[in-house]
C-alpha cells in the first residue's frame, strides 16, 4: 500500500482553509477531495443545504417522498410514547425525519400511526431497523425517479441520513 | 458542475479514502481489521467505477496524491476510527452532488454508495446526521 511508504503528518490548515480538510501534499489542493467547498460543506455536522436542495420539487416525487417521510414520524413519535426510556436516543432520529419531509414538502403532515404498538423495548427498535432500510431503499428509488436534479441530490442526502440511523438502532439493541 | 466534474470529485474522495483507510486500518484493534479491510477494498472498487464514469462523462480521471496531509494525527484506535468516518462522510457530499448530474443506474449507484458512506460512518462512530438540512444529533450509539 503506498500508504505505508509516508506517515502522514498532521498540518495546520492553511489560512482560509478548514482545519480539516485533507489535502494532498504535492500541488493540486483546488480539486483534492478534500476542499473547502464540496467535500467539507457535505459532511460537516453543520454543513448548509446546497441551493438546489431547497427547490421546489416537483410534486409527485417530493410528496410521495414526504407521506413516507412523516409515516417514519409517527414511526417513531409511537414507538417513543410506548417506550419512554427510548426517546433521548430516538427522538433526534425522528427530528431528522420531520426535516426531511420538510425539506421536500412543506405542507406534508405526519399521520396518526397505524401500527400498533410493539411488545418490547427490542421489538420496537427491530422494526425501527426495518422502517430504516425500507425508507432508504424508497429514497434511492424515488432519487433515481426525480425529474429535478436538485431533488435527486436532496433524495440521495435523505437515503444517506437513512442508512446512517440503521448502525445507530442497532447499537441500542441488547 | 458537469457529470465529468461531479464524478472526477469523487475519484478523488475515493483517493483520499483509500488512503485514510490503508493508514487508519493499520492502527485499529484487531476486531475491527476486518471491516477496516473491507472499507478499504470497498473504496479501492469505487474508486475504479468512478474512474470510469468520469471517461465515460468525457472526462479525464484524476491521479491519485502520492500523500494526504491528514486533519489529525493518528495516533490511537480512536483516531483511527476518526478519519475513516470522517472520509466516508466527506464522501456522501460528492455522491449526492453525482447523483444530482447522473440519471438512471449510474444515480442509483451514486445515491446507494451516499447510503453506504453514511451508513459505515456511523460505524466508526460518527454521529447519524440529517444530511439536507445538516443538523448533527447526539449519538445515539
Known amino acids: 500500500m503506498p500508504a505505508e511508504r509516508s506517515l502522514p503528518a498532521l498540518t495546520p490548515g492553511p489560512a482560509g482553509r478548514s482545519p480539516l480538510a485533507l489535502t494532498r501534499r504535492q500541488g493540486l489542493t483546488a ?54 426510556a427510548l426517546a433521548a436516543a430516538l427522538a433526534p432520529l425522528g427530528d431528522q425525519h420531520r426535516a426531511h419531509a420538510a425539506s421536500l414538502d412543506t405542507t406534508a403532515a405526519v399521520p396518526p400511526s397505524a401500527a400498533s404498538a410493539p411488545a418490547s423495548a427490542d421489538e420496537a427498535l427491530a422494526a425501527l431497523i426495518a422502517a430504516e432500510r425500507r425508507a432508504m431503499r424508497q429514497r434511492v428509488d424515488s432519487c433515481v425517479e426525480a425529474d429535478e436534479p436538485g431533488l435527486a441530490r436532496t433524495l440521495a442526502f435523505i437515503a444517506a441520513s437513512e ?12 | 458542475m458537469t457529470a465529468a466534474e461531479a464524478w472526477a ?43 470510469a464514469l468520469v471517461t465515460a462523462a468525457g472526462g479525464t480521471p484524476p491521479t491519485p496524491a502520492v500523500a494526504y496531509d491528514l486533519p489529525f494525527e493518528v495516533t490511537s484506535r480512536a483516531t483511527a476510527r476518526a478519519l475513516m468516518a470522517l472520509v466516508d462522510n466527506r464522501l456522501v457530499g460528492l455522491y449526492a452532488d453525482a447523483a444530482e448530474q447522473a440519471s438512471g443506474d449510474d444515480r442509483r449507484w451514486a445515491a446507494r454508495s451516499a447510503a453506504e458512506n453514511a451508513t459505515r460512518a456511523v460505524t466508526w462512530g460518527a454521529e447519524p446526521q440529517a444530511f439536507p438540512t445538516g443538523e448533527a444529533v447526539g449519538s445515539a450509539s
Open chain 1, 31 to 84: 480539486v483534492a477531495l478534500l476542499g473547502p467547498v464540496g467535500f467539507l460543506t457535505a459532511c460537516s455536522s453543520s454543513a448548509e443545504p446546497g441551493p438546489t436542495a431547497t427547490a421546489p420539487a416537483p410534486a409527485t416525487v417530493a410528496s410521495a417522498a414526504a407521506a413516507q417521510e412523516n409515516e417514519l414520524v409517527a414511526l417513531y413519535d409511537m414507538v417513543i410514547a410506548t417506550f419512554p
Open chain 1, 163 to 174: 442508512g446512517s440511523h440503521v448502525p445507530a438502532l442497532r447499537a441500542l439493541r441488547s
Open chain 2, 9 to 51: 470529485a469523487v475519484v478523488e474522495g475515493e483517493d483520499a479514502a483509500v488512503f485514510a483507510y490503508s493508514v487508519a486500518g493499520a492502527r485499529v484493534g484487531a476486531s475491527a481489521r476486518a471491516k477496516a479491510l473491507n472499507g478499504l477494498d470497498a473504496h479501492r472498487a469505487h474508486r475504479g467505477r468512478a474512474s
